[in-house]
């Protein structure tokens, strides 16, 4: 094997694995947005779960995607752990219609539909058209690479030492070692296959012995849904067990048939070509074992939650060690990419604003409590939520813009940075929520009092505050009547402000306050005032995110 045919093999991987990544990238701008609804009908039923599944991994080619996307949803909260397992069976049986189409030597026709998609990405203006054309060159672009694979590795026959090599994988253990190894370096089990099956078809290995690689790839495949479950909820690392435990007891149980039975003889007995009869196995492998673990989905679900109980970390809420509850970090393992990315994002980053948010409206009420009445000992758990908010504000504004540096679907760019520009507006509500605990120090530390009549407007300023506040968690979020009634609010603030302005400068004139307690009070003002701009600012966001979806 010279040089250029080493070089051609990686070519060919390169090829494939592009292509596959075109088309998840594709099929996620076509659909993305669409897929969390469809996912959250139709996933309640077992059946229909494993058939969606099956679809999803079938039009990407990439069981690997498709459990990615799960991960994703269950750490968003958008299903459940048992709903979760359906998908993961459905794409278990979806990932291996790629050995079959290999088997049917679709790979002659991927030069045209090659070609057709990237006319339709050049010279198509519609976007969804163009996000179509990307798709169906993706496909194209991966069985290239594929026939180019095939090509490389033909003069491999002739290398004493690899067939040597090769014929050590009928060792069950060793077969499927290598197998659960190769396939987790590529991260691809639908290529790891494809080159399995133009080594038999080579005659460098034997069907008797390619089935224990075979085996392994199945295991091997779910390294990329490990490494996207870091980081991630209790439940999301839940998801990824289940695909483990589904790909181990299938190899199990398919290694003691193949042992004791002649069940490989049987399938080369009646399907010709050793391509045929690996995608024929890997069929037989997925399906065989969906059909057995489906009456006993929920106990995988079950046992997953033994293996990975909940840690006393996981039950504490709120506690001192700051985290993102949905959100997977950047720098461990974040999701680059992947199906249904967007819609995945969009759930997760709301999901986080919403903790965000509810703690900024604690520490308005608490705060506008400790100045009404002179307390400060809520004050060290309003700063305890004020570091939190800042931590996950510059956590949230992180991924983002990790997140956009990817994204090529313009519409989830447009959305998560309008809740980029929210993440700051809450944080700035904090801030805000800060300044009044600070003042409630400087009216203990120095003594300064409130006349009554200020202390009614700070009690009608908390509640008005609390009222634009809590309408951001409205269920009618994001629609016109309900931005007009949020602008309603903030325009009440104002004027209430301007009102208090003036009552405030009637109060000096009669001097019933101190020129400690007006400075102090002008401050306290301009923050309420602040408040209610930066509300406004959430409801506008929020309304464009919900018009761009």
């Not at 669409?34 to 058939?51: D, Q």
């Not at 088997?103 to 163009?130: S, T």
């Not at 040597?164 to 190769?182: E, Q, R, W």
């Not at 983002?400 to 944080?427: D, M, P, Q, W, Y």
Request: charged share 15%; aromatic share 6%; with cysteine.
């Amino acid at each position: 094997m010279n040089i250029l045919e080493f070089f051609g093999l990686f070519g060919g991987l390169a090829l494939f694995l592009h292509g596959m990544q075109m088309m998840s990238s594709g099929l996620e701008a076509v659909a993305g947005n669409r897929m969390k609804s469809i996912l959250e009908r139709l996933t309640a039923n077992r059946f229909m779960g494993i058939l969606l599944g099956a679809l999803i991994t079938t039009a990407v080619q990439s069981s690997s995607a498709t459990t990615v996307m799960v991960v994703g949803f269950v750490n968003a909260g958008i299903m459940n752990l048992n709903q979760a397992v359906w998908l993961i069976m459905g794409a278990n049986v979806g990932k291996t219609t790629t050995g079959l189409l290999i088997a049917l030597d679709v790979g002659a026709l991927a030069p045209i539909v090659a070609f057709a998609g990237v006319f339709m990405m050049v010279f198509l203006k519609r976007p969804n058209l163009q996000h179509v054309g990307q798709l169906l060159a993706g496909l194209g672009i991966l069985f290239i690479g594929m026939d180019m694979m095939s090509a490389a590795m033909e003069p491999l026959r002739e290398v004493p030492a690899f067939v040597h090599m090769m014929a050590t994988l009928s060792n069950p253990i060793l077969g499927i070692a290598f197998g659960a190894v190769f396939t987790a370096l590529i991260q691809s089990s639908a290529a790891s296959v494809g080159i399995l099956q133009t080594l038999a078809d080579a005659g460098i290995v034997e069907f008797s012995g390619a089935v224990y690689v075979l085996f392994g790839q199945n295991i091997g495949t779910c390294i990329t849904a490990v490494m996207a479950s870091f980081g991630a909820s209790r439940d999301a690392k839940r998801a990824t067990c289940v695909h483990l435990l589904f790909n181990v007891i299938g190899t199990i149980i398919f290694t003691v048939l193949v042992i004791v039975f002649p069940l490989t003889e049987l399938i080369e007995s009646l399907v010709p070509g050793a391509m045929a009869q690996i995608a024929v196995m890997h069929v037989v492998f997925n399906l065989a074992t969906t059909i057995l673990l489906i009456p006993f989905g929920d106990s995988l679900a079950r046992l997953a939650t033994r293996i990975l109980p909940n840690t006393t970390e996981d039950k504490r809420e709120g506690d001192a060690g700051m985290r993102l509850a949905y959100l997977t970090p950047v720098n461990a393992g974040g999701k680059d990419g992947g199906l249904g990315v967007s819609a995945i994002v969009v759930d997760q980053l709301r999901n986080e604003l919403h903790r965000m948010l509810e703690m900024a409206r604690q520490n308005v009420d608490t705060s506008f409590k400790a100045v009404l009445y002179k307390d400060v000992k809520p004050l060290e758990r309003v700063e305890q939520r004020e570091q939190y908010i800042d931590f996950l504000n510059k956590e949230i504004s992180r991924y983002i813009s990790h997140l956009i540096a990817i994204e090529t679907n313009e519409r989830g760019s447009k959305v998560v940075s309008c809740l980029f520009a929210i993440s700051g507006n809450i944080e700035r509500i904090g801030d805000h929520a800060d300044n009044l605990a600070g003042y409630t120090k400087m009216l203990v530390s120095q003594d300064i009092a409130f006349s009554k009549s200020a202390l009614e407007e700070v009690r009608q300023m908390r509640d008005l505050s609390l009222r634009a506040v809590s309408a951001l968690f409205s269920a009618e979020a994001g629609q016109q009547e309900w931005l007009t009634q949020v602008a309603q609010v903030e325009q009440k603030i104002d004027d209430m402000t301007a009102s208090f302005r003036r009552d405030q400068l009637v109060r000096m004139r009669d001097g019933t306050c101190s020129d400690e307690a007006c400075i102090l009070y002008s401050e306290l003002l301009t923050d309420f005032e602040r408040i209610g701009d930066h509300v406004l600012n959430i409801a506008q966001e929020l309304s464009k995110a919900q018009t761009t979806l």
